[in-house]
């Protein structure tokens, strides 16, 4: 197979992957390449992050999820327990970014949970850090919108990779993007 070949199949893949989940495509072609030399917290894991450790393997990563049976699909440094509870496991200013992917809505499920999620959060972040969230605007599941939580004002919104934070997918995958 010659240059050409290559590059026009590497091309198809990438739309591809564009087109059919341009929520992972956010996460895995435009978020994580920016992430480098950091300490990381991954929350939430499935069979879908399960390359994750890999793809963000120049930082120190860490996860977290309430659920044993997911621990192979985290990082080695893995918790098993509720990141509403992040600042019993962590000192104060320890991350410089967390990542919620799905979490809001499929396990972060009630706004008290969630504000104190964003507030210990907050706390274990390192000023100037990032908060990178994805969740589904899917009316009728997710009764939580980040947005309408009092803790979202802690943080500053700003833009990652030419997107903007409440960027929304054709999916309604919403992205926001935090910086304490």
Same mark, same amino acid.
């Given at each position: ?32 390449? @920016? ?120 943080? @500053? ?24």
């Amino acid at each position: 197979m010659n240059i050409i070949e290559r590059s026009l199949r590497r091309a198809a893949r990438e739309l591809s992957l564009k087109w059919r989940n341009e929520g992972r495509y956010i996460i895995e072609r435009k978020i994580f390449p @920016k992430i480098k030399n950091k300490k990381v917290l991954l929350v939430g894991c499935a069979s879908y992050t399960s390359d994750y450790p890999k793809r963000l393997q120049e930082n120190e990563l860490y996860s977290i999820d309430v659920n044993k049976e997911v621990v192979m699909y985290g990082a080695k440094n893995h918790i098993i327990g509720s990141v509403v509870d992040i600042d019993k496991y962590f000192e104060k200013e320890f991350f410089d970014a967390i990542l919620f992917f799905g979490v809001f809505g499929f396990g972060l499920n009630n706004k008290k949970e969630a504000e104190k999620a964003l507030k210990n959060c907050y706390n274990v972040l390192k000023t100037g850090g990032v908060i990178m969230i994805m969740w589904q605007n899917i009316p009728g599941h997710n009764q939580i919108s980040p947005r309408e939580l009092e803790n979202f004002k802690l943080f @500053k919104t700003i833009n990652v990779s030419n997107y903007i934070s409440g960027y929304e997918t054709r999916k309604k995958q919403i992205f926001e993007f935090l910086k304490k």
